[in-house]
């Protein structure tokens, strides 16, 4: 399988800073024939379901802030919220969608707070 | 609206089994992929099971292989999870997700989930 690493684990970013989490997975996520990443990020609220932020490693999905951004390829990624709002609190993750089922996987997660 | 309502959670004995079930609205559920995904208590996600838009294949986590079975009702909008012997391990928080349109594979659309707890 391929495992996804997140870092930090959690930050504190005052409001209104940039917020960066990065993601490394142990393989390349880069399919070759569309030049495409197949990695995705959520964002996970206290209490509800996780919600799809970030496709293809840099597609937002419709509606999300534009705020929120995507970057990265092959086997290294970023998140970033470029001025963090008292709403953007909450547990990111990244996934990885290279390897159909059932070698789908997850980040551990990064939470993010309010300094 | 797009909808994924997740029920037949609850407090089971190891070794015992229960069905979730997970309710589709507002998309055509008959032409897309949908997955189980679990939620440990102040723990990350766990992808377990998915089935194909059809039925016609299934796959696992290897966490639960033999012991759970994925199936769909097209005609009803239900995707199920059926989960024999089950263990401690299995508590968790259950969630359906809706599989975007191929080539893209993320999950777009995230049932509220359903918590099932294994235990004595």
């Known amino acids: 399988d391929i495992v996804m690493t997140q870092s930090p684990d959690s930050l504190a970013v005052s409001l209104g800073e940039r917020a960066t989490i990065n993601c490394k997975s142990s393989q390349s996520v880069l399919y070759s024939s569309n030049n495409k990443n197949y990695l995705a990020w959520y964002q996970q609220k206290p209490g509800q379901p996780p919600k799809l932020l970030i496709y293809w490693a840099s597609t937002r999905e419709s509606g999300v802030p534009d705020r929120f951004s995507g970057s990265g390829s092959g086997t290294d990624f970023t998140l970033t919220i470029s001025s963090l709002q008292a709403e953007d609190v909450a547990v990111y993750y990244c996934q990885q969608y290279y390897s159909t089922p059932p070698g789908i996987t997850f980040g551990g997660g990064t939470k993010v707070e309010i300094k | 609206q797009v909808q994924l309502v997740e029920s037949g959670g609850g407090v089971v004995q190891p070794g015992g089994s229960l069905r979730l079930s997970c309710a589709a609205s507002g998309f055509t559920f008959s032409s897309y992929g949908m997955h189980w995904v679990r939620q440990a208590p102040g723990k990350g996600l766990e992808w377990v099971a998915f089935i194909r838009y059809d039925g016609s294949n299934k796959y696992y986590a290897d966490s639960v292989k033999g012991r759970f079975t994925i199936s769909r009702d097209n005609s009803k909008n239900t995707l199920y999870l059926q989960m024999n012997s089950l263990r401690a391990e299995d508590t968790a928080v259950y969630y359906c997700?809706?599989?975007?349109?191929?080539?893209?594979?993320?999950?777009?659309?995230w049932g509220q989930g359903t918590m099932v707890t294994v235990s004595s």
């Open positions: 997700a809706k599989k975007q349109w191929p080539p893209a594979g993320a999950f777009d659309i």
